[in-house]
């Protein structure tokens, strides 16, 4: 039997939120990609598996920190020292727009065992496994059809990207460079481990999303999150495993609805929902749906704050009543700027699918980041 790991959008470097690690002074959220990232290597040491596939976004940006270099590296390397290989290939997080630019990948190169693959299709062969690498890359289409299953040898494939589901992408992420692939071609292959798309999925019988290793949006919050194992078992059939990392809880409580409910009854509301989803070191957000404005103005700011201080990150969101936020919210504040913003994002078209949500929850995270002065 072979048993292959396959891992997939660990992002590491990625940070977010205010909230620093006691200790080590780092971001949280960036502490907590290396802790999920830690936890596979210790289980992977442990296991010994054929090989480990990293199906892209290693890294969280073509640049990623000092710090997030040396930390991948530290935990690659004990899988170089336990003797198991490990293939990588780069996803759009960590491919740079420019060639000139070079790839952080590049750093990888030369380590025994390690195999990273950044520019285009190439493979790689391990004992009787032949391994059908495709990074990230202008002309993914092409690079794919290069394929060739070898005979005889179990034959692995290797992607980053959406993938065309009866010629319409699905599993889109909604970044701006994200390449979206046809798989119908690909046949012939053992397994064609996926990476991109953040939910485990599987998308054949022979293809499958690992998904991302911690929860990086609240689009995310449903998912479970770790990592595949595939067993090629002898008989010439095969099993696929996941296996859950244990990462921070993320909550998306309920809304507050407050249509029909009096000023008293959605300041109760807010802070029963606050105390019942117990914060204390979990990502939340509450919407609140309908408040009035000067409902809004009348509530206890310092209070929320106080009874979410022990969050990693509590985000109240509001949205207001809509005949009064459109006459009132136009002077020209913080709030206004965001459901501006929102408006515009709704009408905002250019022709090729854009993921609105997805869109607007960047921008907005941007705005809170420029607010907090971060
Ligand atoms: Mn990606």
């Known amino acids: 039997m072979k048993r292959i790991f396959h891992i997939a959008d660990t992002h590491i470097g990625y940070t977010a939120y205010r909230r620093i690690e006691e200790g080590s002074g780092?971001?949280?959220?960036?502490?907590?990609?290396?802790?999920?990232?830690?936890?596979?290597?210790?289980?992977?040491?442990?296991?010994?598996?054929?090989?480990?596939?990293?199906?892209?976004?290693?890294?969280?940006?073509?640049?990623?920190?000092?710090?997030?270099?040396?930390?991948?590296?530290?935990?690659?390397?004990?899988?170089?020292?336990?003797?198991?290989p490990f293939v990588a290939i780069s996803g759009n997080h960590e491919s740079p727009r420019l060639k000139e630019t070079g790839s952080v990948f590049s750093l990888f190169e030369h380590i025994p065992g390690v195999y990273v693959v950044y520019e285009g299709y190439e493979t790689i062969e391990l004992d009787d496994m032949i391994i059908h690498a495709v990074p990230h890359c202008d002309d993914i289409e092409r690079e794919k059809e290069r394929i060739r299953p070898v005979k005889d040898r179990f034959n692995i494939g290797m992607l980053h990207a959406s993938i065309k589901v009866g010629g319409k992408p699905v599993f889109m992420m909604g970044d701006l460079n994200e390449q979206v692939v046809s798989i119908d071609s690909l046949t012939g292959l053992d397994y064609i481990a996926l990476g991109h798309y953040h939910s485990y999925t599987r998308v054949r019988g022979d293809a499958y999303y690992a998904g991302s290793t911690e929860r990086f949006?609240?689009?995310?919050?449903?998912?479970?999150?770790?990592?595949?194992?595939?067993?090629?078992?002898?008989?010439?059939?095969?099993?696929?495993?996941?296996?859950?990392?244990?990462?921070r809880e993320m909550v998306d409580l309920e809304p507050v609805v407050c249509d029909g409910l009096d000023a008293h009854a959605i300041k109760r509301a807010i802070k029963d929902r606050i105390i019942e989803c117990k914060p204390d070191n979990k990502?939340?957000?509450?919407?609140?749906?309908?408040?009035?404005?000067?409902?809004?103005?009348?509530?206890?700011?310092?209070?929320?704050?106080?009874?979410?201080?022990?969050?990693?990150?509590?985000?109240?969101?509001?949205?207001?009543?809509?005949?009064?936020?459109?006459?009132?919210?136009?002077?020209?504040?913080?709030?206004?700027?965001?459901?501006?913003?929102?408006?515009?994002?709704?009408?905002?078209?250019?022709?090729?699918?854009?993921?609105?949500?997805?869109?607007?929850?960047?921008?907005?995270?941007?705005?809170?980041?420029?607010?907090?002065?971060?």
């Not at 990623?64 to 530290?74: D, G, K, M, Q, V």
């Not at 090629?232 to 990462?247: S, W």
Request: charged fraction near 30%.
């Open 26 to 84: 780092l971001n949280q959220r960036e502490v907590d990609t290396y802790n999920a990232f830690t936890q596979f290597i210790n289980f992977t040491v442990k296991e010994k598996p054929d090989a480990v596939l990293h199906a892209g976004d290693l890294f969280d940006s073509v640049r990623p920190t000092n710090r997030a270099i040396s930390f991948a590296l530290s935990q690659i390397l004990r899988l170089s020292e336990a003797g198991i």
């Open 217 to 247: 949006s609240f689009g995310e919050v449903s998912d479970d999150k770790g990592f595949l194992e595939l067993r090629l078992l002898d008989d010439g059939t095969k099993e696929v495993i996941f296996h859950p990392l244990q990462i």
């Open 283 to 374: 990502v939340v957000r509450l919407r609140v749906l309908g408040i009035p404005l000067h409902v809004y103005h009348s509530l206890d700011f310092d209070e929320f704050k106080r009874l979410t201080k022990h969050a990693v990150h509590f985000e109240l969101k509001y949205e207001f009543k809509r005949d009064e936020s459109s006459s009132t919210l136009n002077k020209s504040t913080f709030r206004s700027l965001r459901s501006e913003f929102e408006r515009f994002i709704d009408k905002y078209t250019t022709g090729v699918q854009i993921d609105h949500k997805r869109l607007k929850e960047l921008g907005l995270e941007y705005m809170r980041d420029w607010e907090q002065g971060d």
